[in-house]
């Protein structure tokens, strides 16, 4: 069998997929990341303290 076509698949099958994934995980992390910062700024009162639900959400349910 010819080392090029089984360097070829290899790369294909393998390579490419494993590229691609870790890629997406890296666009993914950064536009989580700026949503996250976005949503913080919306929930600030007018005199930049923590609304309701930014409290909430900072809060921990199962601390007596």
Same mark, same amino acid.
């Given at each position: ?9 290899? =790369?294909? =099958?393998? =390579?490419? #997929?494993?590229g691609m994934l870790m890629s997406m995980a890296g666009l993914a992390a950064v ?18 303290? #923590?609304?309701? %639900? ?6 921990? #349910? %199962?601390?007596?």
């Amino acid at each position: 069998m010819d080392v090029g076509a089984i360097i070829m698949v290899v =790369v294909l =099958v393998i =390579v490419m #997929p494993v590229g691609m994934l870790m890629s997406m995980a890296g666009l993914a992390a950064v536009l989580g990341g700026l949503v996250g910062r976005d949503r913080d700024l919306d929930n600030v009162t007018e005199d930049g303290e #923590p609304n309701e %639900y930014l409290k909430l959400s900072d809060s921990n #349910p %199962y601390q007596g």
